[in-house]
């Protein structure tokens, strides 16, 4: 691999006379949270310029009207990186264009042929460079990653931590749905999209109930069946909802509780983005990409199980084949050490 686009240790300036720029992010909940300190970045390097957000329809819909860094939300088809993007793109010739999508062997063609002046991002050995570019490298914290690419054209920050703001229509969206939060509620998260990632819905009910605490459990519609899992499994009641609110509805209801005990998922960093102090279940290589990255309110319990459980099938190596076995990588996490983290929180809140 050649040398990357900035030498080492430099540190670029803003570029002159930027005007608009183009960021792509198209992915899901997670992904587009733990890139959200580097958007804030870029908003405060450049605060006259228009920043688009090539992402899907759904950040369309959760950013449309909501403060933030983002002026404008471009909704590429499901898979974005098909096809180059259209005419009517090339035609805005963006002052800049940020590829915050991953190691780039499609991605960077993609930002290439927006026609942008200056182009930024990452870059695999086998990806085209960029104007402006870092290796692409596994084990790196995905909010850092990405802060780095935003240095590359001058952006810095601060917050390390993604925020977002919870708007009036949000906070409707929750109470037409849950009604009123119980005063002192807990969240609980037992889904994930990656099996491997949910710690058992019995262990999740456990932990609620020893907290003493309303409870509210919450998942996607694909998520219900644990959701009522969850449930059935705690021997006080508690608040079902499964695929019932949007984006914006769950971030109103996290905020309203007072922590969030769930998996490595993505409203798990809705929860913290909102402010809610939050409890997780890791496995130990996604920690490292994903975890929180402050400890004074979120606590992440990690798993070190090195292999699948059934068939002994190693995951470590980024190139690694994953095995056809959907089970629990994270069952060695005990419930105790859960339950510990949520009541130290509690009683720190």
């Known amino acids: 691999m050649t040398e990357p ?10 570029l002159p006379d930027v005007r608009s720029i183009a960021v792509l992010r198209a992915n899901a909940i997670g992904d587009f949270l733990l890139a959200l300190p580097a958007l804030e970045a870029l908003r405060a390097a450049y605060p006259a310029a228009r920043i688009t957000l090539l992402g899907l329809a759904w950040h369309r819909d959760f950013l449309t009207g909501r403060p933030g860094p983002v002026d404008e939300v471009v909704a590429l088809p499901p898979d974005p990186l098909a096809a180059p993007p259209g005419e009517r793109l090339r035609a805005r010739r963006f ?17 290439r042929k927006l026609g ?52 009036a229509a949000d906070r409707a969206e929750a109470y037409r749905v849950v009604g ?23 262990r999740f009910a456990a932990v609620a ?21 969850t449930c059935e499994a705690m021997r006080a009641p508690a608040i079902p909802v499964a695929g019932t609110l949007g984006l914006g509805g769950l971030a109103a209801l996290y905020q309203r509780c007072d922590l969030l005990v769930g998996n490595d998922t993505g409203p798990r960093h809705l929860a913290a983005a909102v402010g809610t102090p939050t409890v997780s279940v890791y496995w130990m290589v996604n920690l490292i990409n994903h975890g929180p990255i402050s400890r004074a309110r979120h606590r992440p319990l990690v798993s070190w199980t090195p292999a699948c459980p059934v068939c002994g099938a ?29 009541v130290q929180l509690l009683e720190a809140s």
């Open 5 to 14: 686009g900035v030498p080492s240790g430099a540190v670029p300036d803003a």
């Open 95 to 111: 002052d800049l264009a940020v590829q915050l999508h991953g190691g780039g062997r499609e991605s960077n063609p993609f930002v």
């Open 116 to 167: 942008a002046r200056v182009t930024a991002g990452l870059c695999t050995p086998d990806a085209e460079r960029l104007d402006r570019w870092l290796p692409y490298l596994p084990y790196h914290h995905e909010t850092l990653r990405y802060l780095e690419v935003a240095a590359l054209v001058g952006a810095r920050t601060a917050g390390l931590e993604p925020r977002v703001r919870v708007t």
């Open 180 to 202: 009123e939060v119980p005063r002192g509620a807990v969240a609980v998260h037992p889904g994930a999209s990656d099996p491997r990632r949910r710690w058992p819905p019995e």
């Open 209 to 229: 109930d020893a907290l003493g605490r309303p409870v509210v459990v919450t998942g996607s519609e694909a998520e219900r069946e644990l959701v009522l899992r």
């Open 314 to 342: 190693g995951s470590l190596e980024p190139a690694a084949e994953r095995c056809p076995h959907d089970v629990p990588w994270v069952t060695d996490v005990p419930v105790e050490s859960v339950l510990e983290q949520a």
